[in-house]
Structure formats: structure tokens, C-alpha cells
């Protein structure tokens, strides 16, 4: 059985409902920031960053993306990912890895309070350049959207889906005004939630409605 470190509208947020989507038997720990930092958690991930999924021979996996593509690979009869080595499952690694390293890190750099900035005036540049940064990723997953929707895979709903709702409930300046400017990717985030296996989740998360996040 899995153990999922978890806290609420953080990064685990994708694993967590993805693992209700597989149905796979799972222990979640809800953990606090204060406790993601602590000793004990960073023999876990000694990243001290959330998710992590812990194995049963007492292991345990840290990067959002990396848990993604294990469990997609350990569960393939979930139908969460193309079927290996495909071609669709190259473009699903892609895409996967585009939200993970590119979209996902500018987002965070867009929040501000950067530890690169040393001075306000730098932090607001960084905040700048970091929002028209995502905008521009933003607009490359909305284009997607709208010439090979309804999902990131076209017509098979799959993990990146999950991974996109996620980044998209921490939209800047809010998740409503992501929202306006990719309308396609508000489709996404709104057909996310209305899927029945995830409400239980949403709801632990306060994501079930527009705006939970904070905006």
C-alpha cells in the first residue's frame, strides 16, 4: 500500500487525485508546512517539498512528476498515460514534463518573495517576468486545448489533466482571471471537477469550487 505525504492545495494535490482515479489501495498523511520541514519528513524527502509517495518496501518517491509517471507505469491497466513506448506516450511524457519544469517552477517565482531578490524592486521583476513567463505557457497548453481538446490527450482523459488542474488553482493574480484569459484551460479545470471519484478529494483539498485556492 502507498503513503501519501500530503498537504492541502500543494503540490501532492495531482497525486492524490490520481490515485483516487486508479483506485489503488493508499494511506494518506496529511502533513502541515511546519511539519514538511521538520527532521523526520526529511527522511522521507530529503527535498523537504511535498508530495511524497512512500512504497512498501519502505522506499519513497519525491518529485510531482516523477510519482506521475511511476504510477501511470505501475498501474497501466488505469488507463492514465498512452500505451508505453507509443508515440502518444512520447507526447505525453513531453507535455508532462513541460508542466513540470517549465510551467510549474514559474508559477512559483511569479508568487514572489523570491529568495533570488535581494531588493523589492528585484522581487517585483522577477514576479513580472515570471507571470508573462506562465502566460506564455499557459497560452501553448490553451492552444493544445483547442486544437486537440477536450483533454491534453485529445479525447482520452489522462494524468496530465490532473497535473494541469493543479497549476491552474494557483492562476495569477487568481484562478478566475487564469480562467478568462485560457478559456479552454477553464474547460479542463471545470470538467476536472466535476468528475464523481474525485469530489471526496476536492472537497480535503477546499478545491471543489472556482477561486478554493484563494482567488
Not at 527532521?39 to 511524497?52: D, K, R, T
Not at 508515440?87 to 508568487?111: Q, V
Not at 506564455?136 to 490527450?153: E, I, T, V
Not at 487568481?174 to 464523481?196: G, M, N, T, W
Amino acid at each position: 500500500m502507498y503513503k501519501l505525504y500530503n498537504v492541502k492545495a500543494w503540490g501532492s494535490l495531482s497525486i492524490h487525485l490520481l490515485l483516487e482515479e486508479l483506485g489503488v489501495p493508499y494511506t494518506n498523511i496529511w502533513m502541515t508546512a511546519d511539519q514538511v520541514r521538520e527532521p523526520e519528513y526529511l527522511q522521507i524527502n530529503p527535498l523537504g517539498m511535498i508530495p511524497a509517495l512512500g512504497l512498501a518496501d519502505g522506499r519513497s518517491l519525491y518529485e510531482s512528476a516523477a510519482i506521475v509517471s511511476f504510477l501511470v507505469a505501475a498501474h497501466p491497466d488505469g488507463g492514465m498515460s498512452p500505451a508505453f513506448g507509443s508515440n502518444d506516450y512520447g507526447e505525453f511524457m513531453s507535455l508532462l514534463h513541460l508542466m513540470s519544469t517549465e510551467l510549474y517552477p514559474t508559477i512559483s517565482l511569479a508568487s514572489g518573495n523570491s529568495a533570488y531578490a535581494e531588493t523589492s524592486a528585484q522581487d517585483a521583476h522577477i514576479v513580472a517576468t515570471a507571470t508573462a513567463l506562465a502566460d506564455r505557457y499557459w497560452q501553448l497548453l490553451d492552444d493544445r486545448l483547442a486544437k486537440h481538446g477536450p483533454w491534453l490527450m485529445g479525447k482520452e482523459f489522462s494524468a496530465l489533466d490532473f497535473y494541469c488542474f493543479m497549476l491552474s488553482i494557483w492562476g495569477k493574480p487568481s484562478e478566475a482571471a487564469l480562467h478568462q484569459r485560457f478559456p479552454r484551460i477553464a474547460k479542463l479545470a471545470a470538467a476536472v471537477r466535476a468528475r464523481p471519484k474525485l469530489k471526496a478529494a476536492l472537497e480535503s483539498h477546499g478545491v471543489v469550487d472556482l477561486g478554493g485556492y484563494g482567488g
